[in-house]
């Protein structure tokens, strides 16, 4: 798994302990976090993006709503799958694809994996830490 | 902000439509020049008589007014392209009725035209990636919106499903909407699941179209001898963007919210006095959260007014007389201006089997990508001036 890319290395990276960490801004100006971290200026307070310091924080957030798609929108993926809109940071509101084909319900904490896409891992977010669905042990294996 | 109804008074003169329809060969030229031909047939006015004109469209590309107009005639008129997503033709109505409110021209044209097919969007393009590769797909959006609300209201499935039921059957009646059937709820229930709880006959089609109003000012109003009864007056036009998201309400309820409120404001309204609201139900459950956001009933009441009939024409409040955007279509270009032009029709008393019977006063109220969104009041005046 170490040998992998992040696919967006601009939004996560792999934690020294293997965990998926989320990369976020800082604003000097306002000290409020925002998503991606490399944004041309604070969401919040509109600091220009040399007010914005990159940090990263533990690959967890809170479930607000979750439905599964279930026709293919986007050729990256391929339906069915379930997408949510997680709060990653009070006040940071990001749609994200979870694994599995589960609905979880409102309030659920969710957790940031790695999942292998080729060359690269993509990042989902699974309901117990450490989830890794089936088919990355299998291509991990491969 | 200036409110449009203190500065000269706008009046909507003339409109006219090219059917929407599926996606097809037709060049926009013919379907924006039937628009037009029909607005100034309606209008009583020639080609010549246009001052200005703009243009809304969100996928044709750069300079389709002048490539469209010269078959009409050069006349060296002003043209503009206006493109703000879905809401490409409410903006060039709004930009038409502020030329003719500022006093700066006295008949000027909106146009909104089509074609499906080159959709780009500059959020592929801002350089950022996103943890969803559907992020900025508006049904995967809705779909998590309508199952928020449906939740937070404990109501089924099937309250959302009833939208698209009525605007169908209204659609029905309509010789321009791109759906000519009634469909039963089992029709929209039982169509393919798309994303969450919304169904293909839940969601807005791909399709073309055209759609043209003429703006006239007092002036040319009087000049031209205008019956009364045919023009109607613009009372308001508001717009604005969505605020930050957050996790207590979606940024899209609180724009729709401000804008009509203002809007309202604007035109010295109350919401409960609209007789028709044509508003953006691209996606069914839209309708249900929007009546609620634009105070035509109470939180959660939306589903209750529709089953009880009080949206149906001839309702308390027709909403989507027109069949709105699941039944009428929504080519983008041209769905505002055709809002527009169900609310003149509706306020003049022509709209035949769809009419709302005793119709004085509607909102017309758009969502374009973004979000940004748009709302205008309009009137019907008496012989004296008076609304």
Same mark, same amino acid.
């Given at each position: 798994? &170490?040998?992998?890319?992040?696919?967006?290395?601009?939004?996560?990276?792999?934690?020294?302990?293997?965990?998926?960490?989320?990369?976020?801004?800082?604003?000097?100006?306002?000290?409020?976090?925002?998503?991606?971290?490399? @944004?041309?200026?604070?969401?919040?307070?509109?600091?220009?993006?040399? @007010?914005?310091? &990159?940090?990263?924080?533990?690959?967890?957030?809170?479930?607000? &709503?979750?439905?599964?798609?279930?026709?293919?929108?986007?050729?990256?993926?391929?339906?069915?799958?379930?997408?949510?809109?997680?709060?990653?940071?009070?006040?940071?509101?990001?749609?994200?694809?979870?694994?599995?084909?589960?609905?979880?319900?409102?309030?659920?904490?969710?957790?940031?994996?790695?999942?292998?896409?080729?060359?690269?891992?993509?990042?989902?977010? @699974?309901?117990?830490?450490?989830?890794?669905?089936?088919?990355?042990?299998?291509?991990?294996? @491969? | 902000?200036?409110?449009?109804?203190?500065?000269?008074?706008?009046?909507?003169?003339?409109?006219?439509?090219?059917?929407?329809?599926?996606?097809?060969?037709?060049?926009?030229?013919?379907?924006?020049?039937?628009?037009?031909?029909?607005?100034?047939?309606?209008?009583?006015?020639?080609?010549?008589?246009v001052?200005s004109a703009y243009v809304?469209?969100?996928?044709?590309?750069?300079?389709?007014g002048?490539?469209?107009f010269?078959?009409?005639?050069?006349?060296?008129l002003?043209v503009?392209?206006?493109?703000?997503?879905?809401?490409?033709?409410?903006?060039?109505?709004?930009?038409?009725?502020?030329?003719?409110?500022?006093?700066?021209?006295?008949?000027?044209l909106?146009l909104?035209?089509?074609?499906?097919?080159?959709?780009?969007?500059?959020?592929?393009?801002?350089?950022?990636?996103?943890?969803?590769?559907?992020?900025?797909?508006?049904?995967?959006?809705?779909?998590?919106? *309508?199952?928020?609300?449906?939740?937070?209201?404990?109501?089924?499935?099937?309250?959302?499903?009833?939208?698209?039921?009525?605007?169908?059957?209204?659609?029905?009646?309509?010789?321009?909407?791109?759906?000519?059937?009634?469909?039963?709820?089992?029709?929209?229930?039982?169509?393919?699941?798309?994303? *969450?709880?919304?169904?293909?006959?839940?969601?807005?089609?791909?399709?073309?179209?055209?759609?043209?109003?003429?703006?006239?000012?007092?002036?040319?109003?009087?000049?031209?001898?205008?019956?009364? =009864?045919?023009?109607?007056?613009?009372?308001?036009?508001?717009?604005?963007?969505?605020?930050?998201?957050?996790?207590?309400?979606?940024?899209?309820?609180?724009?729709?919210?401000?804008?009509?409120?203002?809007?309202?404001?604007?035109?010295?309204? =109350?919401?409960?006095?609209?007789?028709?609201?044509?508003?953006?139900?691209?996606?069914?459950?839209?309708?249900?959260?929007?009546?609620?956001?634009?105070?035509?009933?109470?939180?959660?009441?939306?589903?209750?007014?529709?089953?009880?009939?009080?949206?149906?024409?001839?309702?308390?409040?027709?909403?989507?007389?027109?069949?709105?955007?699941?039944?009428?279509?929504?080519?983008?270009?041209?769905?505002?201006? *055709?809002?527009?032009?169900?609310?003149?029709?509706?306020?003049?008393?022509?709209?035949?089997?769809?009419?709302?019977? *005793?119709?004085?006063?509607?909102?017309?109220?758009?969502?374009?990508?973004?979000?940004?969104?748009?709302?205008?009041?309009?009137?019907?005046?008496?012989?004296?001036?008076?609304?």
């Amino acid at each position: 798994m &170490t040998a992998l890319t992040p696919r967006h290395p601009t939004l996560y990276r792999l934690a020294p302990d293997g965990s998926i960490e989320l990369l976020f801004s800082r604003c000097a100006s306002c000290d409020r976090l925002g998503f991606p971290a490399n @944004a041309p200026g604070c969401g919040h307070c509109g600091a220009p993006a040399e @007010a914005l310091e &990159t940090v990263a924080r533990p690959g967890t957030a809170r479930l607000l &709503t979750c439905v599964t798609v279930h026709q293919t929108l986007s050729p990256a993926l391929p339906a069915p799958y379930v997408v949510a809109d997680l709060e990653l940071v009070p006040g940071v509101i990001e749609e994200a694809v979870l694994v599995g084909d589960e609905e979880p319900p409102p309030g659920t904490m969710v957790y940031a994996v790695a999942v292998p896409n080729g060359g690269d891992f993509d990042c989902r977010f @699974a309901v117990r830490p450490g989830d890794v669905p089936r088919a990355s042990r299998e291509g991990a294996a @491969a | 902000m200036r409110p449009l109804r203190e500065m000269e008074p706008v009046y909507v003169a003339g409109i006219g439509l090219h059917p929407y329809q599926f996606p097809n060969d037709t060049p926009y030229t013919h379907l924006g020049l039937t628009a037009v031909r029909e607005a100034l047939t309606d209008a009583g006015l020639a080609w010549r008589d246009v001052q200005s004109a703009y243009v809304g469209t969100a996928a044709i590309g750069m300079a389709a007014g002048r490539v469209m107009f010269r078959h009409l005639g050069s006349t060296g008129l002003a043209v503009t392209q206006v493109e703000n997503a879905s809401a490409s033709g409410s903006f060039a109505f709004r930009l038409a009725c502020m030329e003719v409110a500022a006093g700066h021209s006295d008949i000027v044209l909106a146009l909104g035209v089509d074609k499906f097919g080159d959709g780009r969007r500059a959020a592929n393009k801002d350089g950022l990636a996103r943890l969803s590769d559907t992020a900025t797909i508006p049904a995967v959006k809705f779909a998590l919106l *309508g199952r928020a609300y449906l939740r937070q209201h404990d109501l089924p499935v099937e309250a959302m499903a009833e939208v698209a039921v009525k605007n169908h059957g209204n659609a029905a009646l309509n010789p321009y909407a791109q759906f000519r059937k009634p469909r039963t709820l089992e029709q929209v229930m039982a169509s393919p699941k798309v994303a *969450g709880d919304l169904t293909v006959q839940q969601c807005c089609p791909r399709g073309d179209g055209a759609a043209a109003v003429i703006v006239v000012s007092e002036r040319a109003r009087r000049r031209l001898s205008m019956p009364a =009864a045919r023009t109607v007056r613009v009372l308001a036009s508001v717009a604005n963007s969505e605020g930050e998201d957050s996790a207590a309400e979606p940024s899209v309820i609180d724009m729709v919210r401000a804008s009509s409120a203002q809007a309202c404001e604007h035109a010295a309204v =109350a919401p409960l006095d609209l007789d028709l609201v044509e508003l953006h139900e691209a996606f069914s459950v839209e309708e249900l959260i929007y009546m609620e956001a634009m105070g035509l009933c109470g939180p959660g009441e939306a589903a209750h007014y529709l089953r009880r009939g009080a949206s149906r024409i001839g309702g308390q409040c027709a909403v989507n007389a027109s069949g709105g955007l699941l039944g009428m279509g929504h080519p983008l270009g041209p769905t505002g201006v *055709g809002q527009i032009a169900e609310l003149v029709r509706q306020l003049r008393g022509e709209a035949g089997a769809r009419q709302h019977a *005793g119709a004085r006063l509607g909102m017309a109220h758009m969502i374009g990508l973004g979000s940004v969104a748009i709302a205008h009041i309009l009137a019907r005046e008496n012989a004296t001036g008076a609304h």
